[in-house]
């Protein structure tokens, strides 16, 4: 509703909508919330993996989407396994989403970059662009339902602002988190955190 606003002069005619327009998002927010909820797989679900075929699995499934819009996608992953619990087939949504958000955010000969870090407890997955970054006014906002960027740049493939949203949803019920860092300016990188199995 921020882009909606922004958008109609408050001396319009119809700029008293924009509250109704509003209260009907929120509804609809709300109905999402409960439909993820529903959804959310129970943490008893999850199975102990290996982290690293399932990176590879998303990787091999976006490198035809990066290759045509000429697009690098490359990785930086460890030969040994790591262990998650995690439901592979929901991961391997999320990074393709990532993955797919960061390719949509670059332009030809650019790098997209899928890389994994290992702390003392958890696992880091990170999927990072080169493209213009996301301004600090709208990071705040991109993992509510229905608030999308996507269609307002010329080339860019129309969004319906779902997919962030769920895919926080998805690391969430697996313990973990989902978090993008931008400047801005030049280039953004999404995280996803989730507990190691020792």
């Given at each position: 509703?921020?882009?909606?606003?922004?958008?109609?002069?408050?001396?319009?005619?119809?700029?008293?909508?924009?509250?109704?327009?509003?209260?009907?998002?929120?509804?609809?927010?709300?109905?999402?919330?409960?439909?993820?909820?529903?959804?959310?797989?129970?943490?008893s679900h999850l199975v102990p993996q290996n982290i690293v075929p399932?990176?590879?699995?998303?990787?091999?499934?976006?490198?035809?989407?990066?290759?045509?819009?000429?697009?690098?996608?490359?990785?930086?992953?460890p030969h040994r396994m790591i262990t998650v619990e995690c439901l592979?087939?929901?991961?391997?949504?999320?990074?393709?989403?990532?993955?797919?958000?960061?390719?949509?955010?670059?332009?030809?000969?650019?790098?997209?970059?899928?890389?994994?870090?290992?702390?003392?407890?958890?696992?880091?997955?990170?999927?990072?662009?080169?493209?213009?970054?996301?301004?600090?006014?709208?990071?705040?906002?991109?993992?509510?339902?229905?608030?999308?960027?996507?269609?307002?740049?010329?080339?860019?493939?129309?969004g319906l602002g779902l997919g962030l949203s769920v895919s926080r949803?998805?690391?969430?019920?697996?313990?973990?988190?989902?978090?993008?860092?931008?400047?801005?300016?030049?280039?953004?990188?999404?995280?996803?955190?989730?507990?190691?199995?020792?």
């Amino acid at each position: 509703m921020l882009l909606v606003k922004q958008a109609v002069d408050p001396a319009h005619p119809y700029f008293e909508y924009t509250g109704r327009i509003d209260e009907c998002v929120n509804r609809m927010a709300s109905i999402v919330r409960h439909m993820y909820d529903l959804y959310r797989p129970q943490q008893s679900h999850l199975v102990p993996q290996n982290i690293v075929p399932i990176v590879r699995t998303a990787i091999n499934i976006m490198l035809p989407v990066a290759e045509n819009c000429q697009v690098s996608l490359k990785a930086r992953l460890p030969h040994r396994m790591i262990t998650v619990e995690c439901l592979s087939t929901e991961l391997v949504q999320v990074l393709c989403n990532l993955i797919h958000n960061a390719v949509d955010a670059s332009a030809p000969e650019q790098v997209v970059m899928v890389c994994t870090t290992v702390n003392e407890t958890s696992l880091v997955l990170s999927v990072s662009d080169q493209g213009a970054g996301i301004p600090p006014d709208v990071v705040s906002h991109i993992f509510e339902p229905f608030f999308t960027t996507k269609g307002n740049q010329e080339g860019q493939s129309f969004g319906l602002g779902l997919g962030l949203s769920v895919s926080r949803s998805l690391i969430e019920s697996m313990g973990g988190e989902l978090d993008c860092t931008s400047n801005g300016t030049k280039g953004s990188i999404f995280t996803v955190t989730l507990p190691l199995v020792h």
